[in-house]
C-alpha cells in the first residue's frame, strides 16, 4: 500500500465499511419515532455520509490515472519503535491506577527515553525521577488534582 | 499561571480556572475574581505557545493556530509566530475590552436575539469551514468531519438520554470528549511521527529570529482588527465556543487575502487572526455574564461559580449593587492585557528553545502532559485510552493525507448543533423553514451555502490527487 491511490482505495473501503457498521447500529437506537428529531436521525446521517464518502473516495481514486504519491510509510525499525513505544503507553495507562501516577510516571518516562536514545541513561532516570516528583507535588499536593496514589497510599 | 495552564494540552482554561479556584480563596473576593478573570485569559494565550512549537494545541481554540504557527516554526521563525501570537492577542483583546467597557448593555441585547435557530445556522456556518480547512482534499476533508460527528455522537442523546453507537459498552454512555480527540489526533500522533522517524529534535532547521518584523507586525493590523471584531461579536453569544471564533476567523483572513495560497504554508496572518478572535472572545464572554449572568462556555461557568461563591449575584442589577467590583474587574483586565504583552514577549524566546530540547527527552514529556491533560477531564482511564486510540488514528490520517481540522470542528461543534437543531423543530413544530424566515439565522444559511457550493465548485475543477497540504510534514 505504498502508493497513494491504493492507500486511498483501502482507507475508503474501510470507511465505507465503517459508515455501514453505523447505520445498523443507528437501527437499532430506541427512542420515539414521532419526535421531531428521533435518537438515531442523526446516527443514520452520518452513518450514511461516511459510507457515501468513503465508497466516494475508494471509487475516485481507483479511476484516478494521474501521477501517483508515495506514502512514506515507516520501515522495519520504524515500525518497531513505534510499537514499543505504543505499548508503553498501553502499560502506562493501565498501570495508573495499581502503582499511582507519580511512580508510573517515573517509571514511564525513565523507560521511554531511554528506548528512544539507549545513550541517554542518566538523562532518563533523573527525568523519570523529577516528572514523578513533579507530578506529586504540583499536581497532587498543591493543586489537589484526585489522581490516583497507589502504592504512595499504603 | 494562566498562561502555563494553557500551555498544557488538555488542560484549558475551564480545568484551569476550576483546578486553581482553590487558590484564589485565600485572597479578597474582588482580587479573586480578578486572578480568576487573568488565568482565563492568560490560558486563552498559553494555548498557542504548543500549538506553534511542537503543533499541540493546548485546547480547541488553538487548532487553527497549528496549521500555519507550526509551519513557522519548521521554518526557523517559531519566536515571530509566538511573538505576532502574544501581539495580536494584546491588540484585539485590548479592543474587545473597550467594546464591554462602552458598549456591554446594548450589546447583551444583541446576545439575546439569538435563539435555536439562529444558533443552528451559526454551528452550520461553522461546519461549512471544513471547505476551507480541507484544502485541496475536500472529499477527505469531509470524511474527516463525517468521523468527527461520529465521534460526537457516541453516548447519551443529550435530549432524550436515549443510548447511541455505545455497543453495550458502560463506558461509551459518558461520551467521547473533544479533549480526548483533539490531544490524541495532535499531540500523541505527532510523537509517533518524530519516533518512526528517530527524530533528535522535533524540527531541524536553525531558528532564524526571535521577534517578527515591524512590516509583518504591520502586514497583520487588518488581521488583528477583523479578528477582533469576530472575536468580541461571536463571544457575546452563549454556548458559541472560543474553538468556533478562531476557526471562522482563519477562514475570514485566508478568504480575504490576495495571496490565499501562502495560507497553510506559514503565513503570519494565520496565526495573528486565531490568536486575536481568541481573547476578543474571552472579552466578549464577559458581556453576558455580568448583564446576564449567562455564562458563554464551560471556562465562564466555573468564573460565574466563582462569583457566586464570594456571594456576587451577576446580572442586570450587578452594575449597580456593585458597581466598584463590577469596573475594578473590567480595569484589571486592561492592566492584564499589558502584563500578558510584558510577560510573554520576553519569553518568546524561552517557549522558541522548547523545541532544542533533545527529542527522546521532549517526547516522553509531551505524553505525560497529554495523559495528564486527558485523565484530568473527567478523572476516567476511558478518556485517556481514547487519547491513545485517537493517537492512532491521527497517525493514519497524517500519512493517508486526511485534514485533521476538519475533524476536531464537527466533533466541537456537533452538540451544539444537534441540541439546537432539535429545540428548533420543536419550536417551528418540525418545519425546517424556520432556518430561513429568521433573518439573522437565513444570513448565517446563506454564507454556509455559497461556501458550500463555492468549495465543490474549485473542487470538481481540481484534478490532483486528494492530499491534506495544511499537515504536510515535509
Known amino acids: 500500500m505504498r502508493s497513494q491511490r491504493r492507500g486511498d482505495i483501502v482507507a475508503g473501503c474501510f470507511i465505507a465499511l465503517l459508515g455501514a457498521v453505523v447505520i445498523i447500529a443507528a437501527s437499532r437506537i430506541s427512542g420515539d419515532p414521532e419526535e421531531r428529531l428521533p435518537p438515531r436521525a442523526l446516527p443514520y446521517a452520518v452513518g450514511f455520509m461516511t459510507l457515501a464518502g468513503g465508497a466516494g473516495l475508494a471509487f475516485r481514486s481507483w479511476r484516478y490515472r494521474g501521477q501517483d504519491l508515495v506514502i512514506k510509510w515507516p520501515d522495519r525499525d520504524g515500525a518497531l519503535r513505534i510499537a514499543v513505544n505504543l505499548l508503553l503507553l498501553a502499560l502506562f495507562i493501565a498501570l495508573i491506577e495499581p502503582l499511582g501516577m507519580p511512580i508510573v510516571t517515573a517509571l514511564y518516562v525513565a523507560a521511554a527515553i531511554w528506548y528512544i536514545d539507549r545513550k ?17 507535588y504540583l499536581f497532587i499536593k498543591l493543586l489537589e488534582l484526585q489522581f490516583p496514589l497507589g502504592l504512595l497510599q499504603r | 499561571m494562566g498562561t502555563l495552564i494553557g500551555v498544557l494540552p488538555g488542560i484549558g482554561p475551564s480545568a484551569g480556572i476550576a483546578i486553581l479556584l482553590p487558590l484564589t480563596t485565600m485572597i479578597p473576593p474582588t482580587s479573586g475574581i480578578i486572578m480568576m478573570a487573568a488565568i482565563y485569559y492568560g490560558a486563552m494565550y498559553g494555548g498557542s505557545t504548543t500549538a506553534i512549537v511542537v503543533n499541540i494545541p493546548g485546547e480547541a481554540s488553538s487548532v487553527p493556530t497549528c496549521i500555519d504557527g507550526y509551519e513557522m516554526a519548521k521554518q526557523g521563525r517559531a519566536g515571530a509566530a509566538l511573538g505576532i501570537s502574544a501581539i495580536s492577542s494584546f491588540v484585539a483583546g485590548t479592543l474587545g475590552l473597550v467594546g464591554l467597557t462602552f458598549f456591554a448593555p446594548l450589546l447583551a441585547n444583541v446576545a439575546l436575539a439569538f435563539g435555536p435557530p439562529e444558533y443552528f445556522a451559526l454551528m452550520f456556518m461553522g461546519l461549512s469551514l471544513v471547505i476551507s480547512l480541507s484544502g485541496r482534499a475536500l472529499l477527505k476533508g469531509l470524511i474527516a468531519m463525517s468521523l468527527g ?67 509583518e507586525i504591520r502586514q497583520c493590523f487588518g488581521a488583528m482588527l477583523r479578528s477582533s471584531g469576530i472575536g468580541f461579536f461571536l463571544g457575546l453569544l452563549p454556548g458559541c465556543a472560543p474553538a468556533v471564533t478562531t476557526f471562522i476567523a482563519y477562514d475570514v483572513e485566508k478568504r480575504v487575502s490576495k495571496t490565499p495560497e501562502r495560507f497553510g504554508k506559514g503565513a503570519i496572518e494565520g496565526v495573528a487572526a486565531p490568536e486575536g478572535a481568541n481573547n476578543a472572545t474571552s472579552s466578549g464572554g464577559f458581556v453576558p455574564l455580568f448583564a ?35 469596573w475594578a474587574v473590567i480595569a484589571s483586565m486592561y492592566i492584564g492585557n499589558v502584563i500578558l504583552l510584558v510577560l510573554n514577549l520576553p519569553l518568546v524566546g524561552f517557549w522558541a528553545r522548547i523545541a532544542l530540547i533533545p527529542f527522546p527527552v521532549l517526547g516522553p514529556i509531551i505524553i505525560l502532559c497529554s495523559i495528564i491533560g486527558a485523565y484530568s477531564i473527567r478523572f476516567l482511564l476511558f478518556d485517556v485510552w481514547v487519547t491513545l486510540v485517537f493517537g492512532v488514528i491521527g497517525y493514519l490520517m497524517r500519512k493517508l493525507g486526511f485534514p485533521m481540522a476538519p475533524m476536531v470542528l464537527a466533533t466541537v461543534l456537533a452538540p451544539m448543533l444537534e441540541v439546537s437543531l432539535q429545540q428548533s423543530l420543536l419550536l417551528s413544530l418540525g418545519s425546517p423553514f424556520i432556518f430561513f424566515n429568521r433573518p439573522i439565522a437565513a444570513f448565517f444559511m446563506a454564507l454556509a451555502f455559497l461556501s458550500i457550493i463555492r468549495g465543490i465548485w474549485i473542487q470538481v475543477r481540481s484534478h490532483a490527487p486528494e492530499v491534506a497540504i495544511d499537515e504536510s510534514d515535509d
Open chain 2, 149 to 215: 460527528l461520529l465521534a460526537s455522537l457516541i453516548g447519551q442523546n443529550p435530549l432524550t438520554g436515549a443510548a447511541r453507537l455505545t455497543f453495550g459498552w458502560v463506558d461509551l454512555m459518558a461520551g467521547v470528549s473533544f479533549i480526548s480527540v483533539i490531544i490524541g489526533l495532535f499531540a500523541i500522533s505527532e510523537v509517533m511521527i518524530n519516533v518512526e522517524e528517530a527524530a533528535t529534535l522535533i524540527y531541524e532547521t536553525k531558528i532564524k529570529g526571535w521577534m517578527p518584523t515591524w512590516k
Open chain 2, 292 to 326: 446576564f449572568g449567562l455564562p458563554t462556555g464551560p471556562a465562564l461557568a466555573v468564573l460565574l461559580g466563582g462569583l457566586m461563591m464570594y456571594g456576587l449575584q451577576p446580572g442586570p442589577m450587578l452594575f449597580q449593587q456593585n458597581p466598584k467590583f463590577v
Open chain 1, 120 to 136: 541517554r541513561i542518566v538523562a532518563a532516570l533523573l527525568t523519570g525521577a523529577g516528572s514523578g516528583v513533579v507530578v506529586y
